[in-house]
């Protein structure tokens, strides 16, 4: 293997594991901020308008939801566009944590495959000029010349796909998610003006 395509592979290598240490990253973050909403409980209880007991739900845990409520509970002036203001705060802080890296994900998975494809590239170049260097039974080694290429796209692929799986993923939960605190926040509104 040449030396282009060594160090296409390489620079894949440590891709890869950048890529791998953002998703567990992320995982733990999503887990522990975002986990089980349980929502239901907090729903439940801003239908009987208990603040009280949602007051304390919300102070026992530290989740994306519970966040959310606690905003809304302690919202200045206790009106629809004051709640709306203080949760809309609340969510675009959450979010810029919990999006830290997946633009790095998309990045990989977007361009690691024309890394790898740079590295075929090399290679081939590299098959040809043995190929025009050496007389006779030169097709085995150009033969093995492309081979060795075609594994610098392969590899592009395998940091590609998973970073593209794992970004899609996270970014569907957080979208869930917030989805979920906005509903929350529409329930508490609409109780509160009645």
């Known amino acids: 293997m040449g030396l282009g395509a060594r160090g296409v592979l390489c620079v894949l290598f440590l891709l890869s594991i950048w890529s791998v240490a953002i998703m567990i990253d992320r995982k733990m973050v999503f887990k522990k901020r975002i986990g089980?909403?349980?929502?239901?409980?907090?729903k439940k209880l801003i239908q009987t308008k208990n603040w009280a007991a949602l007051q304390a739900w919300s102070d026992s845990r530290?989740?994306?939801?519970?966040?959310?409520?606690?905003?809304?509970?302690?919202?200045e002036g206790k009106n629809s566009e004051a709640v709306d203001r203080a949760v809309q705060s609340y969510l675009a802080d959450?979010?810029?944590?919990?999006?830290?890296?997946?633009?790095?994900?998309?990045?990989?998975?977007?361009?690691a495959p024309f890394i790898g494809l740079f590295g075929t590239v090399l290679g081939?170049?590299?098959s040809f000029?043995?190929?025009?260097?050496?007389?006779?039974?030169?097709?085995?080694?150009?033969?093995l010349g492309l081979a060795e290429a075609l594994i610098a796209t392969a590899v592009g692929l395998f940091v590609a796909i998973p970073a593209v799986v794992a970004y899609n993923y996270?970014?569907?939960?957080?979208?869930?998610?917030?989805?979920?605190?906005?509903?929350?926040?529409?329930?508490?509104?609409?109780?509160?003006?009645q």
């Open 94 to 111: 959450q979010r810029i944590s919990l999006e830290r890296g997946l633009n790095v994900l998309a990045t990989l998975g977007s361009n």
């Open 62 to 75: 530290s989740t994306f939801v519970s966040g959310v409520v606690k905003s809304a509970l302690e919202s």
């Open 170 to 193: 996270f970014s569907q939960r957080l979208r869930n998610a917030t989805l979920e605190a906005q509903s929350i926040r529409d329930l508490y509104v609409s109780k509160l003006s």
């Open 124 to 126: 081939i170049i590299q």
């Open 129 to 143: 000029g043995v190929l025009s260097s050496q007389q006779g039974s030169a097709m085995n080694a150009v033969m």
């Open 36 to 42: 089980d909403a349980q929502s239901d409980d907090a």
